[in-house]
């Protein structure tokens, strides 16, 4: 089955910047979206359609993508953006039309 | 302010069935599909299926289609995932969450607050 590989862990020091990866065959067919999680909250959407940083997220948030990666950069991390960040798109045939990636668990040191 | 709110927490025995709600507002019901997501501890979220709240079709995903029902109620801006057989492994926060149209052209832009089930003997 179809499957978005991220790593499972990441460590920055603020003010550094943290590139976390989400690879998948399809992703170069479907868009991506990040979400981030803080422990006992809903998912948050904080990338959207690759590269389209929703309303209210701070700039320090972008989208990148490259064949067969999407990858979420924050840029001047701060003690705040500790948390997992999930990637989301779908197979190529959309039979999986909602497909998360393993999650990585950000830390900030 | 668009606002997912979902019921509260419950603890279900084995082979019980359990309907959670998600009551929508700040935003026309019928125009976005509503989405359920669970996540057991620790693991990454799962998508369950999703309902179009406008003409009720609905769409499941295999993993999960023999034991879960949706429904909405269009006069209460609400959206149900009733879920059937309950086992451990359904131990989990389910999720509901809107999304304006059935392609990954639409993000699941606004979540529920999550619905936490236990099930134990």
């Known amino acids: 089955s179809y499957e978005l590989t991220q790593p499972p862990s990441m460590s920055v020091s603020p003010g550094q910047t943290a590139n976390i990866p989400c690879s998948g065959e399809?992703?170069?067919?479907?868009?991506a979206y990040w979400f981030q999680q803080k422990p006992g909250q809903a998912p948050l959407l904080v990338m959207s359609?690759?590269?389209e940083r929703p309303s209210g997220i701070p700039e320090r948030f972008s989208g990148s993508t490259s064949g067969t990666t999407v990858t979420l950069t924050i840029t001047g991390v701060q003690a705040e953006d500790e948390a997992d960040y999930y990637c989301?798109?779908?197979?190529?045939?959309?039979?999986?039309?909602?497909?998360f990636g393993g999650g990585t668990k950000l830390t900030v040191l | 302010q668009v606002q997912l709110v979902q019921s509260g927490p419950a603890v279900e025995r084995p082979w019980a069935s359990i309907k959670i709600s998600c009551t929508t507002s700040?935003?026309?019901?019928?125009?976005?599909?509503i989405h359920w997501v669970r996540q057991a501890p620790g693991q990454r979220p799962e998508w369950m299926g999703s309902?179009?709240?406008?003409?009720?079709?609905?769409r499941y995903s295999q993993f999960f289609h023999d034991r879960t029902t949706f429904s909405r109620d269009k006069s209460a801006n609400t959206a149900y995932m009733e879920l059937s057989g309950l086992r451990s492994e359904d131990t989990a926060t389910y999720y509901c969450?809107?999304?304006?149209?059935?392609?990954?052209?639409?993000?699941?832009?606004?979540w529920g607050q999550g619905t936490r089930l236990t099930v134990s003997s």
């Open positions: 700040g935003y026309i019901f019928g125009n976005y599909m």
């Open positions: 989301q798109s779908a197979d190529s045939s959309a039979t999986h039309p909602v497909i």
């Open positions: 399809a992703l170069p067919k479907q868009y």
């Open positions: 309902i179009h709240t406008g003409n009720g079709a609905t």
């Open positions: 969450a809107r999304r304006y149209c059935d392609s990954t052209s639409c993000p699941l832009d606004y």
């Open positions: 359609k690759d590269t």
